[in-house]
């Protein structure tokens, strides 16, 4: 498959959140009248809400970090929620009270920016994960009063950008040569399609002029190389075998232009869906040894049409934003 390649060149899925609803009441009350009998019951003096606060990108959607990578067949999400501590009763912003905050989930780290609540009476919480789904936030504190925070997990910014290029495979149609022999085909196809050194054996897959995808299953042979050194195409033809197959296949399945795309796995999850800024919906079927980071190659499909129209797309090495959607 061919990289096109060149400097860089300067429907979201909403986290719920729900509000805290708190007593009017303050301090304590008793169960009846009877002296005897009396249960005092407290009441929470604080009430505390959630504020799920917005990502460099505007929305209240988790953050992967750049710093991160994908371990165990998960990505990380990164979760700022702010919460605000008031009296029940007055409305009165509370100073210098410790919290604490748990998920539902085991796997899930809530940590504080203070132990304790700051002059505007609030902290700042930062929630990390790897597991998507649902959860919910709560304060283990008696004396603060606040409804859980229903959080769901799937949608997800890239912090960062991603460079973006294109990648093809090559057609028999842009190739000349007199037709020979493709043994393992039954039939015949153009020589330098073949054979030669930007064709079939180098790609490892083209489209033939007859529509179909052949692939280049083995040689016992060694390259011919030119005047300089470099080479120009396979030395004894018989030595070498082709098969047809139903696609173009990537690391991870068979990929399709403008639907594939090949990643850094260690950054995008194989087959991930994502969509990028100005390009659209993706699928991670593929990777590439010139593919490492925050790299995403375009599948382009096959030929040097294809090739043409993407380079004068104006996306082609540039930076993209990418949201991760599962």
């Known amino acids: 498959m061919a990289d096109i390649q060149s400097a860089p060149t300067g429907s979201l899925s909403p986290v719920s959140s729900q509000d805290a609803v708190s007593s009017t009441a303050v301090g304590s009350a008793v169960s009846n009248s009877h002296p005897t009998s009396n249960v005092t019951v407290p009441i929470a003096d604080t009430a505390l809400s959630w504020e799920i606060q917005n990502n460099i990108y505007g929305d209240s959607l988790p953050i992967i970090p750049s710093a991160s990578s ?40 809530v940590s504080l920016s203070s132990s304790i609540s700051a002059a505007d009476g609030t902290i700042l919480i930062t929630l990390k994960s790897r597991n998507a789904g649902d ?25 960062g950008t991603f460079l973006i290029t294109g ?44 529509g179909r995808y052949v692939r280049f299953v083995s ?53 991930a869906h994502v969509n990028i800024d100005g390009v659209g919906d993706r ?11 925050r790299h995403i190659d375009n599948f382009l499909g096959a030929g040097a049409s294809v090739v043409q129209t993407w380079l004068h797309g104006g996306v082609n090495g540039t930076q993209r934003r990418v949201k991760y959607i599962g």
């Not at 699928?283 to 980071?293: C, E, F, K, L, Q």
């Open 167 to 210: 990648y093809n495979v090559c057609n028999e149609s842009d190739f000349g040569g007199d037709m020979t022999d493709a043994h393992g085909l039954g039939d015949q196809h153009r020589y330098n399609f073949l054979y030669g050194a930007s064709g079939v054996i180098m790609q490892g897959t083209g489209q033939a002029l007859n």
């Open 70 to 109: 994908v371990q165990g067949g998960k990505i990380l999400y990164l979760l700022k929620i702010k919460i605000t501590l008031k009296q029940v009763s007055g409305g009165n912003l509370v100073v210098g009270k410790a919290v604490s905050i748990r998920s539902n989930r085991s796997g899930d780290a």
């Open 219 to 271: 040689m016992s042979t060694t390259w011919h190389l030119n005047s300089h050194g470099h080479r120009d195409h396979i030395q004894d033809p018989a030595q070498v075998t082709f098969a047809y197959t139903d696609s173009v296949q990537g690391a991870f399945g068979p990929v399709t232009e403008n639907h594939s795309i090949a990643v850094d796995g260690n950054v995008i999850l194989p087959r």
């Open 283 to 293: 699928y991670a079927d593929d990777r590439g040894s010139a593919i490492v980071g």
């Open 135 to 159: 959860l919910r936030l709560s304060v283990e504190n008696s004396d603060i009063s606040a409804v859980p925070l229903a959080i769901r997990l799937k949608d997800a910014w890239y912090e």
